[in-house]
Nanobody, 124 residues
Framework: QVQLVESGGGLVQPGGSLRLSCTVS????????LGWFRQAPGKGREAVSC?????HYADSVKGRFAISRDNAKNTFYLQMNSLNPDDTAVYYC????????????????????WGQGTQVTVSS
């Protein structure tokens, strides 16, 4: 059974940093598309950053967030720096069910496996 477990959320002041982690069981991460998505109450889920053989960042997080993967540990990460209140949301990690080459997809329908979400709140 494929399972994604994410951690690292919490309350942080504006300008602060957090690192989210997503550990995957049930398959290895090699050549999967992996993604971080976020959703605020009443809003749609949006792609924050995705990685396959290339990396996508939403314009709103470019220069502030960094996605990485450690295939040996079956874990991937989202390093979030210079956080601002607009980053407040529930963050979800996700993985594609198929191998993926090239630029990663950003549509949620392309991701088959999802974590349960972790709350990130940026507030003074």
């Amino acid at each position: 059974q494929v399972q994604l477990v994410e951690s690292g959320g919490g309350l942080v002041q504006p300008g602060g940093s957090l690192r989210l982690s997503c550990t995957v069981s049930g398959f290895t991460l090699d050549l999967r598309a992996l993604g971080w998505f976020r959703q605020a109450p009443g809003k749609g889920r949006e792609a924050v950053s995705c990685i396959s053989t290339n990396i996508h960042y939403a314009d709103s997080v470019k220069g502030r967030f960094a996605i990485s993967r450690d295939n040996a540990k079956n874990t991937f990460y989202l390093q979030m720096n210079s956080l601002n209140p607009d980053d407040t949301a529930v963050y979800y990690c996700a993985a594609s069910g198929r191998l993926w080459l090239g630029y990663p997809p950003t549509q949620i329908d392309e991701y088959d496996y999802w974590g349960q979400g972790t709350q990130v709140t940026v507030s003074s």
